[in-house]
């Protein structure tokens, strides 16, 4: 089920023009929404205005990119500057370099670090390095853990429950029409937290598994956390079975000045990235230890992986991706989880008051009200939560929140630095006028 959107004449007329050029009216699939999709106007700090006039809190924050909110001034600067000076060009530009040194100084795991475009495209190119440096083919995933629109990695992505097989040895599930069987069979769908059955997979498949790949932090809408024990035990696995750990942080890197690795205490052999490191703009990074990015070496001849691209490293993306990231401090980063810490403290207080089941999740500056009577921890815990309710609960949430002034992402809440306490008492008092209206639901 979709949220709702109020009457809006102007955003109906341009999703009547989409649907002359796009099918069914839509670019991405996240924006959908019945009858159709808010079109956005113009945007301030964590205020984003739509093209009826409606102002709202911007809890998406375009799916975790912006972690400054909008029109930052340092960041409207550099786009002026570097707008001025360099759009693109097959050349290297220094603010290349600065984001690499930034980047390899703050992320245990990144010796090294090349830029691609997005995150998917992190992933795809982590993939290459991992087969290419261990020789073999297969991959290993989490059931339910996404990792960008890759047909490899999509594999059980939200597989349906007749399709799940063993919960011990989940089977392989295509994602979209059409993927080869060839492509399922590259790929062992291990039991998220479930540290016995992905340990024996793992030993079964060592002789064939190039790597592991997790996010670190959370598995879709559920904000599904791997346990530490669980994390430690793929480290552990892959170092002495000689699989490359890949930590995709592309939305994960958030979550504190040294990512989720550096929260945890758990260094990956790579790490893929994305989102807030472009400051707004298009990006995607993998890093790494120095072993393993030596794939990408051509101090000796030809590299093992060949990697570019047109827009590869652009100079908009570097530059403001490194003004952008030098903005997030410590103390930034300290701010940035003290309001997280509290949104969630008392999201968790108004739910307890208004008696609806549930509990809140998150870390950082993410966090959401889960609305399920069980704690969910693992994916197929968490569909059968949405096959019971879960949906429709996040749908007319989401809903009841925007009519409060609050934009959010399927009833999650992700913050940026433009957000301070005035804005979390705002948000507090709209999930409490929500919620109020929501108690004749349970």
Known sequence: ?????????????????????????????????????????????????????????????????LIHGHGRREILEAITQQSGNLISSIMPTEPEVQLAELLCERIPSCEEVRFMNSGTEAVMIAVKAARAFTGKSKIAKVEGGYHGQFD????????????????????????????????????????????????????????????????????????????LDYLTMLREETERLGIVLIF????????????TQGLKGITPDLTTMGKIIGGGFPIGALGGKREFMSVFSIDEGDPKVKHSGTFTANPMSMHIGHVAMELMTPAAFDELDRLGQR??????????????PGYVEGVGSVGALIMSENHIGNYRELALAARNGLLERIAVFQSLLMEEGLSTMRGGFILSTAMDDEVIDFTLQGVRNALAKMKSMF
């Open 343 to 356: 949104l969630r403290g008392e999201l968790e207080e108004i739910r307890a008051h208004f008696g609806i």
């Open 1 to 65: 089920m979709q949220p709702v959107i109020p009457n809006a004449p102007k955003s109906a007329a341009l999703f009547e023009r989409s649907r002359q050029v796009m099918p069914s009216g839509y670019t991405r699939q996240m924006t959908v929404q019945k009858p159709h999709p808010l079109y956005a106007h113009h945007a301030e700090g964590c205020w984003i205005t739509d093209v009826e006039g409606g102002r709202r809190v911007d809890y998406t924050n375009n799916f975790t990119a």
């Open 248 to 259: 995709d942080e592309v939305m994960s890197l958030r979550s504190s000045y040294s990512g």
């Open 152 to 227: 490899l990695t999509e594999t059980s992505f939200q597989p349906s429950p007749e399709l799940w097989g063993d919960p011990k040895a989940p089977n392989a599930v295509s994602n979209q029409v059409g993927t080869p069987q060839s492509v399922l069979d590259e790929v062992v769908v291990l039991p998220l937290n479930d540290i016995e059955s992905s340990r024996a997979l793992l030993r079964r498949h060592a002789d064939e598994l190039s790597l592991v790949i997790i996010d670190p932090l959370r598995m879709q809408m559920g904000l599904v956390e791997p346990e």
